[in-house]
């Protein structure tokens, strides 16, 4: 049995919708099938959930929100009509967005979840019916009846594994079932919606409760590829990767696939595969435990900018105990999550995210560095990038950090941090954002066209 995903572009129109019909159809194994909201058709329309935080917004303002509603209604109307689907599950999807407009009214953010959840749940009662339509033996199912349980407020939304001794009795259940993705249901009835990528983790989560063979995610690429296409020419696509480099290449920046999607797959080893919905006989790439890295130690190369550089010195700063974790308590008592702290004897920088902070909190953190550490020297600096290279054959392979020093110093631009997690899978640089793509550029040079001339 398998479990397949289709991303928005898959779901975006009625043509879409047939392919996604005839992918299922060509294989009988393809049981449950999670849907997102309709995404984009084209390159400047809006997705649903877009369409859909607007008309929350406005209702929560208390503002006439007419014309929002119309324009979420025409986007599951024109897709019904390509169909050839009867107007009753327009009208289903309509009383159901006008019931989620006059729920959880007084609080903001249970009302948001409620309307951005539609998305999906309608576009998988539509998908459901369609497949109805043209003789597929399918059923909607809703994530409370089928028993997806998320935990309550005010932690950050997350699957409790209670709720997987009623998943897996969807394996039991007749004919293809047809699941919204992006949400779940506490034990007290609430609706709460996952973050990024939440559609890929209710895929991911159905695929580890229901212990499937496989677990297809939809996109609308062959593969994930060696490197971000949009800088890198021609990049390769990779045919088989670890659940280790997918996390690490996630988390740097690779779009097809949120880290935190993969997480339930890999503790259960369900093999992941993503695919093209647009190319359904490519082999797309293959996610599992262990591959064989001997012939390319370097998977893949990443990139994500929008980092700052917490830098703090102090003499004799490793005699002191107790100094890191007085920093990272400041940190956190801002609520600062870190991604980094390469070190050296008197000094420790502590790489974060931008997006956490603001002008007040970093004068706020610096001031305090300097008073409760009493050190000796304080900044913060912005606009940094983390380039990441990861592969599980890098433990094994002698000289590769100097090879890719040497490819980041043809650029001529200059390396700001080196550090390498204890696994040895990654190898991070931190480079000023201007300097990013030239980076990538030369590193994917080094690594795979290089490699490739080497092994000829």
């Known amino acids: ?180 993705g992006f949400f779940g249901y506490t034990k007290d009835g609430t609706l709460r ?33 060696a490197a971000n296409p949009n800088v890198v020419d021609n990049p390769v696509g990779i045919e088989k990767m670890t659940y280790r480099e997918m996390r690490e290449l996630a988390y740097a920046g690779f779009s097809v696939f949120h880290d935190e999607a993969l997480m339930p797959a890999f503790r259960r080893s369900v093999p992941v595969c993503i695919k093209n919905t647009n190319n359904p006989e490519a082999p797309g790439t293959l996610i599992v435990n262990e591959r064989n890295y001997f012939a390319q130690p370097v998977i893949g190369i990443a990139a994500d900018s929008g980092f700052s550089t917490l830098f703090v010195d102090k003499y004799l700063m490793n005699q002191e105990i107790g ?27 502590v790489i974060i995210r931008s997006k956490f902070l603001n002008a007040d909190k970093e004068a706020r953190i610096v001031r305090r560095a300097k008073e409760e550490l009493n050190a000796d020297h304080v900044h913060m600096h912005s606009n940094y990038s983390m380039i990441v290279l990861v592969g599980e054959g890098m433990r094994h392979s002698t000289g590769l950090a100097a090879r890719a020093a040497s490819a980041i110093a043809r650029t001529g631009a200059s390396i700001q941090m080196i550090n390498q997690g204890s696994s040895e899978v990654s190898l991070v640089f931190g480079v000023h954002k201007a300097d990013e793509n030239k980076i990538l550029k030369e590193l994917y040079a080094e690594f795979f066209l290089k490699s490739a001339v080497l092994s000829n």
């Open 193 to 225: 919606t996952f973050n990024r990528g939440g559609s890929d983790i209710t895929g991911s989560l159905l695929a580890a409760a229901t212990e499937a063979e496989l677990y297809e995610n939809f996109t609308d690429v062959d593969s994930v590829f």
């Open 1 to 180: 049995m398998k479990v397949c995903k289709f991303g928005g572009t898959s779901v975006a129109s009625a043509d879409q919708i047939k392919k996604v019909a005839q992918i299922v159809k060509a294989d009988p194994s393809r049981k449950i099938i999670v849907v997102s909201a309709p995404g984009k058709r084209f390159g400047s329309d809006e997705k649903v959930t877009d369409l859909l935080i607007q008309l929350a917004e406005k209702a929560l303002k208390g503002e006439d929100t007419e014309v929002e509603l119309k324009e979420v209604v025409a986007r599951y109307q024109q897709i019904a009509a390509g169909l050839g689907l009867s107007m009753e599950i327009v009208s289903v999807i309509e009383n159901d967005l006008h019931e989620r407009l006059v729920s959880n009214e007084n609080d903001a953010s249970l009302f948001m979840d409620c309307l951005k959840a539609s998305g999906e749940d309608n576009n998988a009662k539509l998908i459901a019916a369609y497949f109805t339509l043209i003789g597929m033996d399918a059923q909607y199912i809703c994530p409370k009846e089928a028993g997806l349980l998320v935990n309550e407020r005010p932690e950050r939304v997350r699957a409790l594994p209670e709720g997987d001794d009623r998943l897996v009795q969807l394996r039991d259940k007749p004919g293809i079932i047809v699941f919204p």
């Open 323 to 349: 100094f890191g974790r007085k920093l990272l308590q400041i940190l956190e008592e801002e609520e600062i999550p870190f991604e980094h702290t390469p070190s050296g004897i008197d000094n420790l920088s």
